[in-house]
């Protein structure tokens, strides 16, 4: 995660997704990877981080949508 806390590749793939649960891998890495320090898009298919996997089952579960994830960890101004 940035020392910042801010993530703002998974803002602008939320954007794109709003309250959508069917998701692909490619978006789900998108939207829950792209900010993370320690992913590399060359990693093998099947390496998947604790955290992905349980975001993934939120999000699947209609529990969170990309979007109320975005809303969540935005900065307040």
Known sequence: MSQNHEFPHLAAAAAGLGSRRDLSLEELRSLL??????FHEDHEDDLE??????????IARGVLTPAGLARALAKEK
């Open 33 to 38: 990877c792209g900010d993370c320090d320690f």
């Open 49 to 58: 981080c604790s955290c992905f996997q349980v975001l993934r089952e939120i």
